[in-house]
C-alpha cells in the first residue's frame, strides 16, 4: 500500500517562500512520476508541477521560474521549492504518484499567502 504524507505549509506573506515535502513509503519510489497539484476553494484540483524517475520536470505556466519541483530518492521524498509567492497560489497542495494502474494521494497541506 503505497502512502503519501505532505508537509512544510502554512501562512506566508507576499513575495515569501515555502518549501512543501512529500514523504512516500509503500513502493520503490524512484521508479515513479510524482506530481504536485493544488485545489483552491471552488475550484478543480490542477497540475503544478511534476517529475518523472529520470527527473525530467514539467510546470504550469503559472508557476514557472517561481516553484522548483525536486526529489531525494534515496529519502523516498518529493519536494516543492515555493518562492516569490502570491496570494492566488492559496491552496491545498497535494502529491500523487500513479502506480501499476492506480493513482495515490496525499491528505493534503494548506499553503496561504497572505498579508
Known amino acids: 500500500q503505497v502512502q503519501l504524507v505532505e508537509s512544510g505549509g502554512g501562512l506566508v506573506q507576499p513575495g515569501g517562500s515555502l518549501r512543501l515535502s512529500c514523504a512516500a513509503s509503500g513502493s520503490i519510489f524512484g521508479f515513479y512520476s510524482m506530481g504536485w497539484y493544488s485545489q483552491a476553494p471552488g475550484k478543480q484540483r490542477e497540475l503544478v508541477a511534476s517529475i518523472t524517475s529520470g527527473g525530467r520536470t514539467n510546470y504550469a505556466d503559472s508557476v514557472k521560474g517561481r516553484f522548483t519541483i525536486s526529489r531525494d530518492n534515496a529519502k523516498n521524498t518529493l519536494y516543492l521549492q515555493m518562492d516569490s509567492l502570491k496570494p492566488e497560489d492559496t491552496a491545498v497542495y497535494y502529491c500523487?504518484?500513479?502506480?501499476?494502474?492506480?493513482?495515490?494521494w496525499g491528505q493534503g497541506t494548506q499553503v496561504t499567502v497572505s498579508s
Open positions: 500523487r504518484t500513479i502506480q501499476n494502474g492506480y493513482i495515490y
